[in-house]
Each structure stands twice: as C-alpha cells, then as structure tokens.
C-alpha cells in the first residue's frame, strides 16, 4: 500500500535532497512537500519532478494546521515525516528553531505517524549538547523525540551531519566561511559532507525502516584542513578559494553569536565522525573533490546549459533519463532544473561543462592516459545504462563533455569532470526504435553496421560507437576513420551512407557468414555490393605503429566486430588488460594544423 511522507523543507538543501532521492529510486511513495508559497518557481519545480509529489502550503511555526493541509492532500496515510529547521540567521533567534522541532513531533505524534527522521547536526558524540546554540537546540529536539516516542507506535532516525560542502560557494555564505575557517580553525581539519549524500542516507531511512529505526547516525565525506580544502579547490578549477575581507568575517562571527561560537567549538572540540568506517556502509560518499566535480556550480562558475525543444519527445525523455540515473554516477551531465515559466517552449537546465571531446581532440591530440580516462568513464556510464537494458544510441566525441583541468598544466590530467551526455535519445533495447527495422540512429559515420543498415539494434550498437570514439581520440586531429568525406565524399551526395559501410568493410571486414543470420534482403544485397568492390584495402590489424600502438590496436580490435553478437560487454571491456597496461606512445607527431588566413 502506498504511504505518504510529509517532507519539510522540501524547497530547501536538506528536504529537497530526500525528494529527489525518492524520486531517483521510484519509490512508492506519496510525497507532500511543505512549502511556505506553493506558487512560487521552486515550489512548481518540485511539482514537475514526479507525479507522486503534492506542495503542502504551511508555516512551520504551526504543524497542527500543517498537518490538516496535509491530510486534505494526500490520498494516502501519512506514515512518516522529514524533520529539519532553520538553526540560524540574521535577526532570527534559535527559539523559534527549537520551538518547532519540538511541536513537530507532538503534532506527529497526535496524527499517528509511525516513522520520523529528524536531521540533527554532529557534535562529537551524541549526549554532547555544545555551548553553539543551535547545536544546543538540535540536542534538545532529539532528547524530546526520544522522550515522547518511548511506549508509542512511532519509530525515530536521527541524522548527525557535519558542515555542507554546498555551503561553499563563490558567493557572500561562502566567502565568509572560508574566511572565518582561515581565521578561527586554521590549521585543524574541518568534517565535510555533501547535502546530496543527506538526502541518500534519510531516503534510505524511509526506504528500509526496519532496518534504520531507534539509530543515530553521524555523517561526513571528507576531512580536510583549510590548505588541503584550498590545493583541491584549485586543482579542479584553476581559481583560488573565494574569500572576502577578514574584518567581514570577523564583525559576523562577533555579531551573529552563534555563528563565532560554532567556529570556536570546530577549533576546541570539532566533529568526530569515522568517516572510513561510514564509508563501509555507503561507498557512494562523496569526498570533497568528487563533490566539486560532480555538484558544485564553482567548476562551471554558474553557468548552466538551456535546451528547449516544442512538441519532441527527446526533451522529456532526457529529463526522464536523468531523473533516474544521474543519482546513480556522477558521469552523466545531470538534469540542474527545468523551467515552467515561461512553458513554450519547454525548456531543462543541464550543467554547464567547458568544453567536449570532439573541440578538445582537434585542438590537440589526447595523450594515452588521458584517453584512457575517457574510455573508463563512458563505460562505466554505458554499464549502467545497459543493465537496465536502455540503449544511449548517440555516443560520439561530441556527446561526452569535459572540465578542462586549468590548474596542472603539463600533466596527464588533462580533465577535470568527464560525462555523457545528450540522453535525448537512450531508450530501451526493447523499445520500437530498437526492435523494428528502418529506425537510424546518431550521425552516420558513428552508427553501428547494424543500424546504418536499417536492422534492430541493442546495446552493443553502443559498443561500435564507442570503439569509433576511441579510434578517433587515437588517431587525433579531427580524422574519422569511417568518414567518407576523407576520399571526397560529402553527406549531400546519394551513395554517401553505403561509402561508410565500405569504410567499415575496408578496415574490419569481411562481413562475417554469421551475418546472414541476422540481415534482411536488403542488408544482404547491400553487403554483396561491398563484399565485390574487392578486398579490404588496409585492414586495420595491420596499421603501423607509428600511427595506433599496438595495445591500443588490440583494444580496437576486440570492440569493432561486424556482426554485433561478438562484441564485448561494457562489464568485459571495464575488465580488460588495456586500462593497466602502461606502454610507450608510438604515434608519431600529428603535422602543424594550417592556420586560417586572416581577413
């Protein structure tokens, strides 16, 4: 039976992170989300996540109404709630913090709910109250929440989290914050975690309550001190840490007391959570550099990438796509938001990266190891896609994007953030698309044989067109191995799609007998025309040295079989001896590309 959950701050870090992790794992759940304003932009945006989601308009400050709103909007019992206040601000007294958790828990207890998770905060052992008042506070709820839930039907979770790492950023918050660590913790580690990995760890509470309830758990993903923080901070965007004047910080940190108190407490005490021993139970943690990377705005500096497209189904597919996977790896470029107003055209946000494979591969070849990396994140990527059986159907240099790593210069980590993207087009291997003849797929020197011939296709047509991505990496400077146009062929021209398939015959042929096996009349007539134009000109077995290494050869070999039942999985090909192997470059030196004329 399906149960509602009542999620407060649902428009906020915390709250929303439990959303959307109930909404990446299709839960089956209802999930009333409490706003202040139902109409405002990040309330509709909620709305548009999943149909499972209803905005409960209400004031914290009076769970007892809250909780009749609730109940006209939901359609189902109200089983469980997410608890979590605003500790602090500017002109807001902690009072009002600790007044609502605990009238929340009454108000639940009084409307049967069965299940609470209550987002506390780490203060180095769990009967330490602190001298930081909102620390105190939280401390406080908790012992009311154990007290009035003994002898009832109602269980409880608390979650202990450290300092946000989403609080970092290059704005007024962040600057401050870096600056009073630089002041008042100095040299000392500070416990980070991610907001995202909140919302994993009390998602899972609701997900697996037996298995959760009566616990309280500390939660952080990384421990640095401020140099460590700054040497990541600028390795993955070539920037220094923002930072503001230190008279700043220290006129907020003697004003706003609670704010001076808690840095004193990181100084004197500071959090105490095993972070090894959490990681046991959720690998998945996010250390700092992987938040950098994969969440944080400071790598694309705030900008984002706007798609709008009327009356196409690629649009709400990738939303879709994403919804679900991007939780999943941080090498999907993932979905950031979408836009409701204005409606026409309908409109996603996806994250902004600096450049991708194709413009970084012309403008200088990648190194070995470099593409190496590249090879591991898209199959890794690929892995997950295709053990739910879905098809990316578009993989090309264009589609996967990069962070180009500004701050080493001269090594071998050339990126930063590798993802794929354009998941417009990823549908099932038993869709129609897949399964019926006749349907074409990505740019035609990058499709699989199967699919430029008009057969179905599955998951190893993403094998071909990866392999073709490598190959192209490989060989550098723009060139297309299958590409027609390298013997004068222009897309415009009629035979121009049956001179790719004889590209691919000439390098990797012949067509396999067992091809027969899965061609139609058409595909059969198609390769006995290519099949008599003679035999393969320079099959690639035997390309020199000096132009693919020889493991890299290999590699390319196992991948960019004809007939697509003898390629690799992505599992087999992420097991492969190639990603360890360390042989030396043989490629020779691409020419200086000729400068265009200036007019």
Not at 272 to 294: H, M, Q, S
Request: with cysteine; proline share 6%; aromatic share 10%.
């Amino acid at each position: 039976m399906t149960r509602a959950v009542l999620i407060c701050g649902a428009t906020g870090k915390q709250g929303g992170a439990v959303i959307n992790r109930l909404v990446e794992q299709n839960a089956d759940f209802e999930i009333l989300a409490v706003t202040r304003d139902a109409k405002s932009g990040s309330a509709q945006r909620l709305l548009k996540k999943s149909p499972k989601i209803r905005l409960v308009q209400g004031d914290m400050a009076d769970p007892t109404a809250l909780f009749k709103t609730a109940h006209e909007v939901a359609t189902s019992p109200i089983w469980g709630v997410f608890s979590v206040q605003v500790p602090m601000g500017f002109g807001q007294g902690g009072g009002g913090e600790l007044g609502q958790g605990k009238a929340l828990v009454d108000a639940s207890l009084k409307a049967g709910v069965e299940f609470f998770v209550y987002a506390s905060v780490e203060r180095h052992g769990a009967e330490n109250a602190t001298n930081v008042p909102h620390f105190a506070h939280k401390h406080d709820i908790e012992q009311h929440l154990f007290n009035k839930s003994k002898g009832t039907d109602m269980e409880w979770v608390v979650l202990r989290p450290v300092a946000f790492m989403d609080n970092l950023m290059d704005n007024f918050v962040g600057k401050v914050f870096v600056t009073s660590w630089a002041m008042a913790i100095k040299d000392k580690p500070l416990q980070l975690i991610a907001v995202s990995d909140i919302g994993y760890v009390g998602a899972e509470a609701f997900l697996h309550p037996d298995k959760y309830k009566g616990r309280g758990i500390s939660l952080a993903g990384d421990d640095l001190t401020l140099d460590q923080f700054a040497a990541v901070f600028r390795k993955n965007t070539g920037k220094e840490l923002p930072s503001t004047y230190r008279i700043f910080a220290w006129l907020i940190m003697t004003l706003v007391k609670d704010f001076g108190y808690m840095f004193k407490w990181f100084y004197d005490v500071g959090y105490d959570v095993d972070i090894a021993a959490l990681r046991k139970d959720y690998p998945g943690l996010k250390d700092f550099e992987t938040w950098l990377k994969t969440e944080s705005e400071n790598e694309s500096g705030g900008k984002c990438i706007v798609k709008g497209i009327r009356g196409h189904w690629r649009l709400e597919n990738e939303a879709s796509i994403l919804r679900k996977y991007q939780a999943m790896s941080p090498l999907f470029r993932p979905l950031e938001d979408e836009i409701v107003d204005p409606a026409d055209p309908p409109s996603i946000v996806l994250r902004y990266l600096d450049s991708d494979l194709r413009a970084e591969s012309n403008r200088q070849r990648l190194w070995r190891p470099d593409i190496k990396k590249v090879a591991k994140s898209v199959l890794e990527a690929l892995r997950i896609l295709h053990r739910d059986g879905m098809v990316h159907t578009d993989i090309k240099l264009d589609n996967i994007f990069v962070f180009v790593n500004l701050g080493q210069q001269g090594d071998h980590e050339r990126f930063t953030s590798i993802q794929l993207g354009d998941c417009g087009g990823v549908v099932s291997k038993n869709s129609k698309f897949a399964t019926e003849p006749g349907h074409l797929i990505g740019a035609s020197f990058t499709r699989s044989p199967e699919a430029q011939l008009g057969l179905p296709w599955g998951t190893s047509t993403d094998i071909w067109s990866f392999g073709n991505a490598i190959l192209t990496l490989l060989y550098g400077g723009g060139f297309h191995l299958f590409n027609p146009a390298n013997e004068g062929c222009e897309p415009e021209d009629e035979h121009y799609e049956l001179m790719v398939l004889a590209r691919m015959y000439r390098y990797f042929g012949p067509f396999p007998d067992s091809f027969q096996e899965i061609a139609d009349d058409n595909a059969e007539r198609i390769i006995d025309f290519i099949h008599s134009m003679g035999p393969p000109t320079k099959p690639f077995p035997r390309v020199t040295r000096r132009e693919i290494p020889p493991a890299d050869r290999d590699f390319i070999l196992k991948i960019m079989k004809l007939d697509h039942r003898d390629r690799p999985t992505a599992d087999q090909l992420l097991e492969d001896e190639w990603f360890s192997e360390k042989s030396e470059d043989t490629r020779e030196p691409l020419p200086p590309r000729k400068e265009k004329p200036v007019d």
